[in-house]
């Protein structure tokens, strides 16, 4: 049987939202502004140049705060005809929102992008994959059909489910016969769930933070090439056809050696037969 696979290249344009969005309310540091702002510039270009060069239509999440921050770097992705996606407003963790909260930043981010784009948004990703109990039935409320957040399955796209009512959470104040119980039936959305992987993420081993401490940024890009690929071969292997998708960000591969590693990735990947570079868009269609 002839392979198919089809491959999306996404792309969070955090830029400065991530840097600002503290999550403790401490000020940003202008040193990690400025990453971000390398990031919108810098970073977009030289990646939309690697997508046009190749022939190649993305799918770049934005959070509304790059959107109207960098409108006319965010055009150049627009205008080149590359699938646009919802990242939150200021790259909030919604897992540390309150339901209302989370509807009011999604209610925000819709409004932006369909000022920007003028259509209705087809997808979504929650900022650092921070999903919460509630995120999947508001995305169904707001009509979203694709997330891009959660790992059930690692290259086979599915149903997403409604976290919140299939587990008991541990209360440690409480008698643990509250809480000793397995997981419930899975309460299926209509939401398409395009699984992700941090072990395809630029963000983790190729970006430094002094104060993030899950971050490393001195990782060879080379032996993170080894490690893409052989995923990709165990799936090639092993399925007729699936999706592979690969989360950048454009201040972290936006620079200059990363930047060689994914021409190096992307030979590697077209020496496969049945492969197709796609947006995400096309993967929830079908």
């Known amino acids: 049987m002839v392979k198919r696979v089809l491959i999306s290249y996404c792309i969070d344009v955090d830029a400065c939202a991530g840097w600002i969005n503290t999550q403790n309310g401490t000020v940003a540091n202008a040193s990690d502004v400025s990453r971000g702002i390398f990031g919108a510039n810098v970073g977009t270009d030289r990646l939309l140049k690697f997508f046009d060069d190749n022939g190649i239509k993305a799918t770049w999440f934005m959070p509304s705060h790059t959107i109207l921050s960098f409108p006319e770097q965010m055009a150049k992705v627009r205008d080149g005809g590359h699938e646009i996606g919802l990242h939150g407003y200021t790259h909030e963790f919604v897992s540390k929102l309150t339901e209302e909260q989370e509807r009011k930043v999604m209610a925000k981010s819709i409004e932006v992008y369909k000022q920007f784009t003028g259509k209705h948004p087809k997808g979504w990703v929650a900022p650092a994959w921070e999903v919460s109990p509630h995120s999947m039935q508001i995305l169904e409320d707001f009509g979203i059909e694709y997330d891009h957040s959660l790992c059930h399955h690692d290259c086979q796209p599915y149903w997403a489910p409604d976290v919140a009512s299939t587990v008991v959470y541990t209360d440690y104040s409480q008698d643990p016969d509250t809480w000793m119980m397995p997981m419930s039936k899975h309460k299926v959305t209509q939401v398409v769930e395009i699984p992700g992987s941090w072990n395809?993420?630029?963000?983790?081993?190729?970006?430094?933070?002094?104060?993030?401490?899950?971050?490393?940024?001195?990782?060879?890009?080379?032996?993170?090439?080894?490690?893409?690929?052989d995923q990709f071969t165990f799936m090639y292997r092993e399925y007729e056809t699936f999706s592979f998708t690969i989360s950048i960000h454009?201040?972290?591969?936006?620079?200059?050696?990363?930047?060689?590693?994914?021409?190096?990735?992307?030979?590697?990947?077209?020496?496969?037969?049945?492969?197709?570079?796609?947006?995400?868009a096309t993967i929830c269609d079908e």
């Not at 992307?266 to 570079?277: A, M, N, P, T, Y």
């Open 250 to 280: 454009p201040q972290v591969s936006g620079k200059s050696n990363i930047m060689l590693m994914h021409e190096r990735f992307l030979d590697f990947l077209k020496s496969h037969d049945g492969v197709e570079f796609v947006t995400a």
């Open 200 to 229: 395809i993420d630029d963000w983790p081993p190729m970006h430094y933070s002094i104060r993030n401490p899950g971050t490393h940024g001195f990782v060879n890009p080379r032996d993170i090439q080894v490690q893409w690929e």
